[in-house]
């Protein structure tokens, strides 16, 4: 559980953009959204292979932009 304490002097809204860089760097609203349904074996496979092909492709365009 991400939690920050208040520091001397600092305002609500310094306090709370502290918590959501926590939040976001601890990769937790990520998580949760990526459990909000359930995704069998297989369909996680095919996912993170575009997301794969994704990357690759995005890789060799930039790749080719340089040369």
């Not at 306090?15 to 959204?33: A, G, M, P, Y």
């Amino acid at each position: 559980m991400t939690s920050v304490n208040i520091r001397n002097g600092e305002s609500q809204q310094q306090l709370l953009s502290r918590f959501r860089k926590k939040v976001i760097r601890s990769r937790i609203l990520s998580e949760v959204r990526k459990r909000r349904w359930f995704i069998s074996k297989n369909e996680q496979r095919r996912i993170d292979k575009k997301k794969a092909v994704r990357r690759y492709k995005q890789k060799n365009l930039k790749n080719q932009r340089y040369n």
